[in-house]
């Protein structure tokens, strides 16, 4: 189960993260990064989150399991 997501520094706006899965991330023009939504139940979204990670180009996608 994943209780928390964050983007490290480095992120580079591929938009990958927000194609394969929207519900929780979402692009920050402006800020030229990746941001977390606030999404009450992450544990919904566990495999997109983990493609999302293991697809990110720079290795900025992080998450944390119980």
Known sequence: ???RVWIEEG????????Q?????????IEKETAEIKNV???SI?????KLA???CPVSV????EE
Do not use: H, R, W
């Open 45 to 49: 979204f566990a495999d997109q989150i």
């Open 61 to 64: 996608i992080k998450y944390e």
């Open 20 to 28: 394969v899965c929207p519900e929780v991330f979402e692009i920050n």
């Open 11 to 18: 992120c580079v706006t591929c938009g990958n993260s927000e």
């Open 1 to 3: 189960m994943i209780k």
């Open 40 to 42: 009450d139940d992450l």
């Open 53 to 55: 990670a293991a697809s």
